[in-house]
């Protein structure tokens, strides 16, 4: 799923705009457009890739960016990998790791090559407990070097996976979907009791119900793949929902109302209008520069 919208933001933007206009120079393994690392970690960094290269031949670029000028991470990332060429071309075992400061945002980008060792689970960690926790409190540094360490463990396959972290989010992602559809369930009996019972309040109740966790499920979907706070915008989504239905509706007849058949009612009840119904690479300084490898969407991103 992921890939295919990178693929249309792709080539929707081949359309509208020239995004190359706004990538830097390919000269070096660490591009700092943001001065946000010392002398001395860059060289340190720098050492770390090439070695890694020169073993290997995978090749893995830092780029920190003051600005994605508009575009979304996803975006940018996917097409800067393809034009600068990053891994070599019968391999495709290219990594970017971009982080940019105005938007707050990072991205585990991956060649096709490397997607079966460095997984976008993977890179979700990487990105998520690592590099997050550390920009978080101010050290840039530690987070970057941390996380070049972690991917080159991965495509060695030493990576350790944050087992408990993991797990606790793995629980999360499969019991909210569970609870939005459940709550719809029982709000639709509730609401059935509540015209028998002729209860304005709990028919406000669960007619509300319905909808917001309708839209809160959905939210929760679409969250996990443009963001990490997928509960955040759930409940957000609920709430606001909910609020406006209970708010919005007005009393019911449920003398009136008792006389409509089921199936009637169940199409005019509810919040949601009727829920229910129907390459080209640039050369470099000290001899480096892209190999020709290729990039289909895989990987990770992230903000802090």
């Known amino acids: 799923m992921k890939k295919i919208i990178i693929f249309l933001l792709f080539a929707f933007s081949l359309l509208n705009a020239d995004i190359t206009q706004y990538f830097p120079k390919l000269d070096g393994r660490v591009i700092d457009q943001a001065n946000l690392l010392s002398p001395a970690v860059k060289k340190d960094i720098d050492l770390i ?21 508009g575009y979304t991470i996803e975006e940018y990332s ?35 090559g490397l997607e079966g060792v460095l997984t976008d689970k993977i890179a979700h960690e990487i990105i998520n407990y690592t590099i997050k926790p550390n920009f978080k409190a101010n050290q840039y540094e530690l987070g970057i070097l941390k996380a070049v360490n972690e991917i080159i463990a991965s495509i060695k396959g030493e990576y350790v996976a944050k087992a408990k972290n993991n797990d606790f989010n793995g629980a999360i992602n499969a019991l909210v979907p569970l609870g939005f559809f459940a709550l719809i369930f029982l709000s639709m009996i509730a609401n059935t009791i509540s015209r028998k019972v002729k209860s304005q309040f709990l028919y406000k109740v669960t007619k509300s119900s319905i909808s917001s966790s309708f839209f809160a499920f959905f939210t929760f979907i679409m969250s996990q793949i443009f963001t990490t706070y997928n509960l955040f915008a759930a409940l957000i989504m609920f709430i606001v929902i909910f609020v406006f239905n209970f708010i919005t509706s007005k009393n019911v007849d449920f003398d009136k109302l008792s006389k409509i058949s089921y199936s009637n009612s169940s199409r005019n009840s509810g919040g949601f209008g009727g829920f229910g119904s129907s390459s080209s690479s640039s050369g470099g300084f ?12 895989g990987g990770a991103s992230g903000g802090w």
């Open 49 to 69: 890739l090439q070695t890694e290269e020169e073993k290997t031949s995978n090749q893995i670029v830092v780029v920190i960016l003051n600005s994605l000028n």
């Open 78 to 112: 996917y097409q800067l990998g393809r034009f600068w060429g990053i891994g070599q071309k019968d391999k495709n075992n290219g990594v970017l790791l971009v982080v940019s400061m105005e938007e707050r945002k990072i991205r585990i980008e991956v060649g096709y």
């Open 286 to 297: 000290g001899g480096f520069s892209g190999g020709g490898g290729s990039f289909g969407g």
